[in-house]
């Protein structure tokens, strides 16, 4: 049974940085091949992909709102996957979710394991 645990979060001024850390485990499932990404949800919004990279030949995608201010980066030997945010602003504040997709997926639908989340709040 796969199991991601996110860890990282917490509360920042507008302009300040946080680095969500996301760890993967559980047998029968190949994370290193794996697509792994950045999910998050605001309240009273739809949940939203922020991030995701595969690890085949290193693709990055990101969502609009966040390119060049967040960074996704993995560690396959450790299956562990970040999100380095940097100039974060109050719209960011919302849930963040780890999640996994198969490394051939191509939409943010196709993630189907997700962790419990960790709460970033960024105050003006």
């Known amino acids: 049974q796969v199991q991601l645990v996110e860890s990282g979060g917490g509360s920042v001024q507008a302009g300040g940085s946080l680095r969500l850390s996301c760890s993967a485990s559980?047998?029968?499932?190949?994370?290193?091949?794996?697509?792994r990404g950045w999910f998050r949800q605001a309240p009273g919004k739809e949940r939203e992909g922020v991030a995701r990279?595969?690890?085949?030949?290193?693709?990055?995608y990101y969502h609009d709102s966040v390119k060049g201010r967040f960074t996704i980066s993995r560690d396959n030997v450790a299956n562990m996957v970040y999100l380095q945010m940097d100039s974060l602003k109050p719209e960011d504040t919302a849930m963040y979710y780890c999640?996994?997709?198969?490394?051939?997926?191509?939409?943010?639908?196709?993630?189907?394991?997700w962790g419990q989340g960790t709460q970033v709040t960024v105050s003006s």
């Open positions: 999640a996994t997709a198969p490394g051939w997926s191509t939409r943010w639908s196709d993630f189907g394991y």
């Open positions: 559980g047998y029968g499932y190949d994370y290193r091949t794996s697509c």
């Open positions: 990279s595969y690890s085949v030949d290193g693709t990055t």
